[in-house]
């Protein structure tokens, strides 16, 4: 008998993401560093914290900045720092119990902000049950085949006292136990997780260290959780490689765009805009197929704030994210223009996944002004919410000066981006039909020529 196809399938075939997702801008928070929890799990008898709750006090802040969603790092049971996971169907001790989480959920759809879950589904924490049956019991374990694991030979033995069989990790992190991407029932398990928090109110999944798992193992998972959940969203994180292929192959919605965001700020240290025009062009082949998530800072990268050579350039690294295709993410502390390096040694993620108040009006005043910078940019965004799959095209360049239209498909309508990083005012060309300023510090002169202060930048309409 003929295998009968989900209709709800068949339209995911198209690549056709989720509609809601034009019209997202993620604040993306790292929970275990954002609410001051423990470096390492509570001891079994320990009481747990509420901590999740922390982050409802600032679900009215993110509304206020202009964004739609929170994008959550790791909630589940870990060892540290959440992406050695050990129990995908507890919330972390450290920061609450379902409750809590359902709480955090009511209270965001409550505001109409959607929540997006960060899955580790390429590899477990060594404390991670099904992995520590197969230790002891063996090959004969019925969760050995979800582990590339190198047994002894046949009659060696299993128990405390045998030594420890080898196995594949995550890029060698040894505490980081690989899945075996080719076993059905880890495909089974999978797909069981994200029903379950899916069935919770959680609209989404990002998918870690996506690039590292076969896409034919995504394909299969999100076809059966799609089944159940057709408007979910699944971004993975992919750092390098055909971006548009994996995203296609898995059936994802979406993928990380690394590209952008090196070029966004080398460009700016180097004066070389050059290098941002190209990945311009590279960007505009990757929304043939999907909208990339564009973001200028994560938990895993160094705050833009300290990677910039020149703080006063930030804006123009601001103006790009919200400008181009895509789905924008705003880490939490990027909009007030906190500080942080990513350093690489145990705890070199510390500096960019720091505590936070415990509201808004705690902070320091000293961020005020880049956190209205990112609310009138979101705002311009969300008043073109084409942007999301707009194309870009170069209209001026140089090393120091880039002048750029982004355009919605066909003939419909586009805005005009003028940056100057250089040190001196310039007088930049722009199309005749750019005769509005959205936003920025340029001003219009004759014979079509904008006057844009040293390192400033300007918005314009040229087609609404």
């Not at 994008?71 to 720092?81: Q, R």
């Not at 919330?91 to 609450?96: E, K, S």
């Not at 797909?191 to 609209?203: I, S, Y």
């Amino acid at each position: 008998m003929e295998r009968q196809i989900d209709p709800r399938r068949k339209a995911r075939s198209t690549m056709a993401e989720p509609s809601w997702v034009q019209h997202a801008v993620w604040w993306h928070v790292y929970p275990l560093g954002f609410t001051g929890a423990e470096k390492e799990a509570l001891p079994a008898s320990a009481p747990g914290e509420h901590r999740l709750r922390k982050l409802i006090p600032w679900l009215d802040y993110v509304l206020e900045l202009g964004a739609s969603g929170i994008a959550l790092g790791p909630v589940f049971a870990s060892e540290t720092h959440g992406y050695d996971t050990t129990d995908y169907f507890r919330i972390d001790p450290r920061l609450g119990d379902d409750t809590d989480f359902d709480d955090l959920i009511r209270e965001a759809h409550d505001r109409g902000i959607r929540v997006l879950l960060d899955g580790v589904f390429n590899h477990a924490g060594r404390s991670f049950q099904p992995f520590r049956d197969a230790l002891v019991q063996g090959p004969s374990a019925p969760t050995s085949p979800w582990f590339r694991i190198s047994w002894p030979d046949q009659g060696a033995g299993t128990g405390p006292d045998i030594a420890e069989p080898d196995y594949e990790d995550f890029e060698g992190h040894h505490h980081l136990v690989a899945f075996n991407h080719d076993e059905p029932q880890v495909a089974d398990f999978v797909t069981g997780v994200m029903k379950h928090w899916l069935g919770r109110g959680a609209d989404g999944w990002r998918l870690d260290a996506a690039y590292a798992v076969p896409s034919a193992f995504w394909s299969t998972v999100l076809a059966e959780v799609r089944t159940d959940y057709p408007e979910a969203y699944f971004v993975g994180e992919y750092i390098h490689g055909d971006y548009a292929a994996e995203v296609r192959n898995g059936t994802l919605d979406s993928g990380t765009q690394y590209e952008l965001w090196k070029a966004a700020w080398s460009s700016l240290n180097d004066a070389n805009y050059y290098e941002l025009a190209a990945a311009l062009e590279r960007h505009n082949t990757f929304l043939d197929t999907f909208a990339p998530l564009t973001f200028v800072g994560n938990h895993d990268v160094t705050r833009i704030s300290s990677q910039l050579k020149d703080p006063e350039l930030l804006p123009h690294a601001l103006v790009v994210l919200f400008t181009v295709g895509g789905t924008p993410s705003v880490y939490y502390g990027d909009e007030q223009a906190f500080r942080g390096v990513k350093e690489d040694r145990t705890g070199g993620d510390d500096d960019v996944r720091p505590v936070f108040p415990g509201s808004p009006s705690d902070l320091s005043p000293a961020g005020q002004h880049i956190y209205r910078l990112h609310e009138q940019l979101i705002g311009v965004r969300r008043r073109h919410a084409w942007l999301h799959m707009a194309r870009t095209r170069v209209l001026s360049l140089s090393n120091e000066h880039l002048v750029y239209e982004a355009a919605e498909a066909g003939d419909g309508a586009s805005i005009v981006v003028a940056l100057n990083q250089a040190a001196q005012s310039a007088e930049l060309e722009v199309p005749p039909s750019a005769s509005i300023l959205l936003a920025g510090n340029g001003s219009l002169t004759r014979n079509n020529r904008l006057a844009v202060p040293a390192r400033g930048w300007a918005i314009l309409s040229a087609g609404d």
